[in-house]
């Protein structure tokens, strides 16, 4: 179940980057409501998966879905510059968070 937790709270963390993007850009007062209350569920689903989980591994993956998820949400929403080399690092950082799991 703490993996559960992991992986919701990195894509939570994702989903707040994203509504601060939109806060920043469109200045919408519900943007900053979501950001604020993705951030608090993506703390919140990390504090339940460190219950069980070792910190450096479970900070380490909340980190990585959070940094794949915003790069990938950038190119798709946000006509963020898009390359090869951008999806090679962020291939680099899942494929790490999977050996993370695997050893952790």
Do not use: C, D
């Amino acid at each position: 179940m703490a993996w559960l937790w992991l992986i919701f709270a990195g894509l939570s963390e994702m989903l707040g980057v994203t509504f601060m993007n939109l806060a920043l850009h469109q200045h919408r007062w519900w943007h900053w409501a979501m950001m604020i209350g993705a951030f608090g569920i993506s703390f919140g689903g990390l504090e339940l998966a460190l219950q069980t989980l070792p910190m450096g591994t479970a900070y380490a993956i909340w980190t990585g879905i959070g940094a794949a998820g915003g790069v990938i949400t950038g190119m798709l929403f946000f006509n963020e510059s898009r390359s090869w080399r951008k999806l090679v690092w962020v291939v680099v950082i899942l494929g790490a968070t999977i050996g993370l799991k695997l050893v952790g």
